[in-house]
């Protein structure tokens, strides 16, 4: 059975936040009754952290945010239910946690109570060929995910993150996560069907199944990003498609980011959806793409029926006519490296601190976007570079990833990390771009959700309140009102 990946060794396994209330006497007890359970310290700590980079620092300083009472590790929906209904009668936190990959502190029990591992609940339940649809458990990963559907069915989801290896399905579908392939594909949300949830009280709901529908507002999309704070997401049902007859790539230089992303706009607007379609600024062509840094390489790779690939290039290619024409060898390059992370643990351990932030905006609003976010990164004391890349096309508009370093002295790190996310982040909001694309809101980006909902937080907060009325599902997430108090961070 696959589990979790850590993402740096963990020294000790102090607690960084005040130590929560105690939980109600014989409660530990009673849940072990209702599935397997732990609560070493080791493990709790080890369980109670996520890949969020600012932690890495914490970790290697023997430390976690917050450590969960016990992690609780169900098999089926049943022991689900059973957990939920006896935290929600007893007023305890629940954190619901799948491969602990996320980047943004949304797994991390900032109020303890319980770790609720999802892991065990892994495989794939039933596939239905002829719709090409899979329910599969929340806690399986991608890679058991696509081998079973690739050599047993000849399916694939399509969904590729760079995080492939170390996140789960019910992950990809809590945080609204986005693949490598996206632009082909879709993201996480045009993938998903339905989902099997269960409620604060233990209530189990099945949402969707139908390819379209006008009975009512979608619930499944409710949950979609909902970051364990709605209900906790047993089983998924997932679009498949046949696998891909064909595959063509492409590289271009373009002599600006903007050239670029105007080719890139142009090609959406045209109706063409290559899977891949990846432009670099000129630092990070040089930095991975092995460029001079006087020019900007846009990376193309489409797959599917050989026709509808066939035209995608064509439109490609005739979008990308001021550009020149690099070797096709520069995606078989990227093919190999995507999703290699080696290099955060790295930097870490020498002290710097290095992060992304992803976000989306319309296509009229990525040039100021673009230049912002950078200029007020660079701005930040200890700022050391401020990159970025177009990596997921739409209709009308893109991501755009920043990748951003800086190299404080040891005590100003977390000082320099907020101040970095802090300008970062009003600078995309003040451009028109939103809070994020994929990664999600967690605990680190919660404090911009009120600049970016606006007028629609209270109806996400009314969701909230309908649903968990007691607050037990991941308290002190997404800027939501809990009822343990205020996260004291940062
Ligand atoms: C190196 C690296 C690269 C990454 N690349 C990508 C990328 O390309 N695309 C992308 O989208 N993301 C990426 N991520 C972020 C992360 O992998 C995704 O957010 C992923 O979807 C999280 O899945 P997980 O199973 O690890 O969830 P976790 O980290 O365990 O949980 C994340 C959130 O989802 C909630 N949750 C998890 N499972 C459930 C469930 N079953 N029910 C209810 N709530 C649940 C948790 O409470 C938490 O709020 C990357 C992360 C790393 C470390």
């Not at 903007?258 to 142009?266: K, M, N, S, Y």
């Not at 101040?419 to 939103?434: F, I, K, T």
Request: proline share 6%; net charge negative.
């Amino acid at each position: 059975m696959t589990r979790p990946t850590a993402p740096i060794e963990l020294l000790g396994h102090e607690a960084r936040l005040a130590t929560p209330a105690p939980m109600p006497e014989g409660f530990l007890e009673l849940l072990a009754t209702d599935c397997p359970t732990v609560t070493a310290v080791d493990a709790t700590a080890d369980a109670s952290r996520d890949w969020w980079p600012l932690s890495m620092h914490w970790a290697l300083a023997g430390q976690v945010l917050q450590r969960a009472a016990v992690v609780a590790s169900p098999t089926t929906t049943e022991q689900v239910s059973a957990v939920m209904r006896r935290c929600n009668d007893a007023r305890v936190p629940v954190t619901p946690a799948g491969g602990r990959s996320g980047v943004v502190g949304a797994s991390v029990p900032v109020f303890g109570g319980v770790l609720l591992d999802l892991t065990s609940m892994q495989g794939i339940q039933s596939v239905d060929a002829t719709s090409g649809l899979v329910a599969v458990w929340a806690g399986t990963f991608g890679p058991d995910l696509e081998a079973e559907l690739r050599q047993q069915h000849g399916l694939t989801v399509g969904h590729y993150p760079q995080s492939f290896d170390i996140a789960t399905v019910g992950g990809w579908v809590a945080c609204r996560g986005a693949g490598q392939y996206s632009t082909r594909y879709g993201k996480i949300e045009q993938m998903v069907a339905g989902v099997e949830v269960v409620m604060a009280d233990g209530s189990v709901v099945m949402t969707g199944g139908f390819p379209a529908g006008a009975q009512g507002p979608d619930l499944t999309q409710m949950f979609l990003g909902s970051e364990g704070t709605l209900g906790v997401i047993t089983r998924v049902l997932l679009k498949a498609h046949p696998l891909p007859a064909t595959e063509q790539r492409a590289a271009y230089a373009f002599d600006t980011f903007e050239a670029g992303l105007e080719a890139c706009r142009r090609i959406l607007r045209r109706g063409a959806t290559p899977a891949v379609l990846r432009l670099y600024d000129a630092p990070e062509s040089q930095r991975g793409q092995g460029a001079d840094g006087t020019y900007c390489v846009l990376l193309v790779l489409d797959e599917g029926d050989a026709h509808i690939v066939n035209a995608a290039m064509n439109v490609v290619s005739e979008e990308c006519a001021g550009a020149r024409l690099l070797g096709d060898e520069l995606v078989e390059k990227w093919m190999h490296h995507r999703n290699d992370t080696s290099a955060l643990q790295a930097l870490t351990r020498k002290g710097f601190v290095v992060d992304t932030l992803e976000i989306a905006a319309p296509w009229a609003a990525l040039d100021r976007v673009f230049h912002d976010v950078r200029t007020a990164m660079l701005a930040v004391p200890h700022a050391r570079s401020s990159t970025c890349h177009l990596s997921h096309s739409y209709l009308d508009g893109a991501c755009l990833y920043f990748t951003f370093a800086a190299t404080p002295p040891a005590e100003e790190v977390e000082a320099t990390y907020v101040a970095l996310w802090d300008a970062g982040s009003r600078a995309v909001l003040a451009a028109g771009g939103n809070l994020s694309h994929h990664h999600g809101v967690g605990l680190n980006r919660s404090r911009f959700i009120a600049e970016a909902l606006g007028s629609s937080l209270p109806v996400l907060q009314a969701v909230k309140d309908a649903l968990d009325p007691h607050g037990i599902l991941n308290p002190g997430k997404m800027g939501l009102r809990s009822p343990f108090g205020e996260v004291q961070w940062p």
